[in-house]
């Protein structure tokens, strides 16, 4: 199953400059494949840093939590709507390895672990051609706005 851009923007709320997945690969039960093509024209690059643009390492991970967004909705069989949110509820054993610099292509592998009354459990990996950029175990929950 591959999600283009369209797709991707009927399950996630996100927009320009926050959007951080560009095209899924795979779905599975628990296991999405996702990318992100890191370009120097990021909002974020002229201040981080000017002099050597690196992609910040939290934005690493809120692209992990996007990507397990849209396997959790899939799975769920759920499109989330203006009462709903993804949000995540906390990050344990986050490492950056790597440095993302404009044209990487990150590639986010993250698998559901656990599901909790509505609390989701991922572990994921952002890797840039086979090479480990961050390692995350992180855990997000569905909510509905009041």
């Known amino acids: 199953m591959v999600m283009d851009i369209n797709e991707i923007l009927r399950y996630l709320p996100h927009r320009y400059p926050f959007l951080l997945v560009d095209r899924v690969l795979e779905i599975q039960e628990n296991r999405v494949l996702a990318i992100k093509n890191v370009t120097v024209n990021e909002p974020f690059f002229p201040g981080h840093f000017p002099h050597r643009p690196v992609m910040p390492g939290v934005l690493i991970v809120e692209a992990l939590a996007q990507a397990a967004a849209l396997l959790s909705c899939k799975v769920k069989n759920v499109i989330p709507d203006e009462e709903t949110v993804f949000l995540f509820a906390g990050m344990d054993r986050v490492r950056f390895k790597?440095?993302?610099?404009?044209?990487?292509?990150?590639?986010?592998?993250?698998?559901?672990?656990?599901?909790?009354?509505?609390?989701?459990?991922?572990?994921?990996?952002?890797?840039?051609?086979?090479?480990?950029?961050?390692d995350a175990e992180f855990m997000c929950a569905f909510r509905v706005k009041s």
């Open 98 to 134: 790597r440095q993302v610099v404009p044209g990487d292509q990150l590639l986010f592998d993250v698998s559901m672990l656990q599901n909790k009354r509505g609390i989701y459990k991922y572990r994921g990996l952002a890797t840039v051609d086979g090479e480990l950029a961050a």
